[in-house]
């Protein structure tokens, strides 16, 4: 990395460049309790392996992860995977890995590829991957805070009026879990999973923290405040691929073009990135721009990379 000097003043730089681009986007509503984020919000943060943090703007404002928790939600199937015999075969027959194309929250593929979503990244391949949780973990809510807590080292909650309000605006999700169901690709209650998917989308976290959380997927799996071994470094790798190709929904040949990183975006504004072997990074900017990734983020995601030669391709 340049040094620490250099470092803060691209940060200032990217910083006023993405910053005003929020007045362009939208602050996801159709849930709730999302409408009244502050759209003038700003966080940036880069955590490097050794722990030194780079950051600027509202890094320690907490905000709702929601999508940002489909990561978190695939690493703990994949440790179920690396764990017990023919967890692999189960997730990736009921699961694709291939982009969608199409909104995060789109029915329109599941009908037509007979309830096998295209990937874990979007709603309808989270449902799936919650389904799977269930059954292989004794607490699946439990298990995802526990696993976000030990990554970002801190406890954390889940923020109690986020959650309820997603639970009164199911519509959408509720029709995906019933596609799901009736294709026989849920094996639990629609409503154990959707509460699932739900806490997890609602647990709360700062900027500074998400950007900690990321960094073990950029060591090889490997916490690196800890050394304690999260995920082999083949199945790190994977999440990391998935990432890069389906976490920013229909936008992510646009990412992968404009920003070259494996990233990926929540409707409540963060989105979450890695540069392999040397950072975790994440910015927060509430408006979205139509594929409902945060616009200031995705610009000044782009900026950053230009300026520090992030890119990995
Ligand atoms: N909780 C949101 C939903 O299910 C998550 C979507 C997102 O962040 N893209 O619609």
Redesign the pocket.
């Known amino acids: 990395m340049r040094d620490d000097v250099e470092i803060t003043e691209v940060l200032a730089e990217v910083a006023d460049i993405a910053r005003p681009q929020a007045s362009d986007g939208r602050v996801a509503d159709y849930?709730p309790a999302l409408a009244s984020a502050d759209p003038g919000r700003f966080g940036l943060a880069l955590t490097e392996m050794d722990g030194t943090e780079h950051t600027i703007g509202d890094v320690d404002e907490p905000f709702p992860i929601?999508?940002i928790s489909k990561v978190f939600s695939l690493v703990l199937a994949m440790q179920k995977v690396d764990r017990a015999e023919g967890v692999a075969e189960e997730l990736w027959s009921r699961v694709g890995r291939e982009p969608s194309g199409d909104p995060?929250?789109s029915l329109v593929q599941l009908e037509k590829e007979r309830g096998i979503p295209r990937n874990p990244m979007i709603?309808a391949g989270a449902l799936v991957i919650d389904d799977i949780l269930i059954t292989h973990c004794e607490d699946a809510k439990r298990s995802t805070l526990d696993l976000l807590e030990t990554l970002a080292g801190e406890p954390l909650e889940i923020d109690q009026e986020v959650y309820d309000s997603?639970q009164g605006a199911l519509h959408r999700?509720l029709a995906m879990a019933n596609l799901l169901k009736d294709f026989g690709n849920l094996h639990h209650a629609v409503d154990a999973v959707l509460d699932n998917y739900?806490h997890a989308?609602a647990v709360s976290m700062t900027t500074r923290q998400l950007a900690r959380a990321m960094r073990f997927l950029a060591n090889g799996g490997v916490e690196p405040a800890t050394g304690e071994p999260i995920l082999s470094p083949e199945l790190a790798k994977r999440v990391a691929a998935i990432m890069l190709t389906c976490g920013t929904y229909d936008a992510a040949g646009e990412f992968a073009f404009n920003v070259g990183l494996p990233c990926k975006?929540?409707?409540a504004g963060g989105i979450v990135g890695i540069v392999p072997r040397r950072l975790g990074l994440c910015v927060w900017s509430p408006p979205l721009d139509p594929s409902?990734n945060s616009l200031a983020g995705r610009v000044a995601l782009h900026e950053l990379a230009e300026r520090l030669d992030l890119s990995i391709v």
């Open positions: 849930i929601q999508s995060f929250n709603n997603e999700n739900v989308c975006s929540g409707v409902g």
